[in-house]
């Protein structure tokens, strides 16, 4: 099967930076699109940034401008690089991947890691 593990998630100061990174390992074949999301208490969980295993990227409208997701293919991991954050962005932020794995006969099937908790204080 295929694993995702999260980490850079902390405390930081409004306006200041963090940088999110989603190792994925075991047995992958191929990982097609990646992607951020978060959940806040009491809200539902939102796409935060998405990326496909060309580069192509897409935002939510909420943190365009001052996130960034990234990917490295040879690493398997996917990036995300926040600033400009804003206590609104406090949440648990997820990482998934849409992958290819022997495991399951070569059958896609989207993974998720376990999540990082992003607080931004005022």
């Known amino acids: 099967q295929v694993q995702l593990v999260e980490s850079g998630g902390g405390l930081v100061q409004a306006g200041g930076s963090l940088r999110l990174s989603c190792a994925a390992s075991g047995s992958i074949a191929r990982i097609n699109d990646m992607a951020w999301t978060r959940q806040s208490p009491g809200k539902q969980r939102e796409l935060v940034a998405a990326i496909t295993n060309g580069g192509s990227t897409n935002y939510a409208d909420a943190v365009k401008g001052r996130f960034t997701i990234s990917r490295d293919n040879a690493k398997n991991t996917v990036y995300l690089q926040m600033n400009s954050l804003k206590p609104e962005d406090t949440a648990v932020y997820y990482c998934?991947?849409?992958?290819?794995?022997?495991?399951?006969?070569?059958?896609?099937?989207?993974?998720w890691g376990q999540g990082t908790q992003v607080t931004v204080s005022s």
């Open positions: 998934n991947a849409d992958a290819i794995s022997p495991a399951t006969l070569f059958k896609s099937r989207v993974y």
